[in-house]
């Protein structure tokens, strides 16, 4: 008995461009998350995300066609698609909304605060970055892609993915030792004051 093969990306986007109506649900549910996640972390707005992400998937409806596997792998050019929706989106709104998640319950008070502290200094951070250091971020290290895809979703060569990763995280780095060294400095004057 053949196991049913399950079609790869490149091939639901060929087939949804069609009109195959399952092919598209398909696609939508590998990617749906994915592609939210992403729009969210780039612009810090849960509405901008959901937009963006309509606006993605439209956009994979219209053009699925335009996919061609030699130039990279689906998922780097949903990844540029989805880029490019979000940096239209930015500059409509010109504005960002703070990223705010629900902390995950923990069992200590304390521990739960200095969690959910340190989750939004970093998501602070990361927002404060350049859009295209805060690109490679959300690709290479939170999407986990890899550096020849990311490089394919930001139309860029591998060397300029490595190199923005590097100073992207120095930045990040700068500012999370600042956020930290203030916060300390804030609770030591507190306690003395």
């Excluded at 979000?86 to 304390?110: F, T």
């Excluded at 970093?122 to 290479?140: D, I, K, S, T």
């Excluded at 290290?141 to 060569?157: I, K, T």
Aim: proline letters at 5%.
């Amino acid at each position: 008995m053949a196991v049913p093969q399950t079609p790869e990306d490149g091939d639901l986007l060929r087939l949804m461009a069609g009109g195959d109506e399952p092919s598209f649900a398909e696609l939508y549910r590998r990617w749906q998350r994915r592609i939210h996640r992403f729009a969210l972390r780039m612009t810090g707005s849960p509405q901008a995300a959901e937009d963006v992400t309509q606006e993605v998937f439209l956009a994979l409806m219209r053009d699925g066609h335009r996919y061609d596997p030699r130039r990279g792998p689906a998922a780097a050019w949903i990844f540029g698609v989805a880029r490019n929706k979000v940096r239209g989106r930015r500059q409509r709104d010109r504005s960002y909304v703070p990223l705010v998640e629900e902390a995950a319950a923990e069992p200590g008070l304390v521990d739960g605060l200095a969690r959910r502290e340190a989750v939004e200094a970093v998501q602070r951070a990361v927002l404060a970055l350049p859009a295209h250091y805060r690109e490679v971020v959300v690709l290479c290290a939170l999407e986990e892609l890899p550096y020849a895809e990311a490089a394919a979703a930001l139309g860029c060569a591998v060397g300029t993915v490595r190199s923005r990763l590097h100073r992207a995280r120095a930045l990040l780095e700068d500012r999370l030792a600042g956020a930290h060294e203030g916060g300390a400095r804030l609770r030591q004057a507190e306690e003395t004051g």
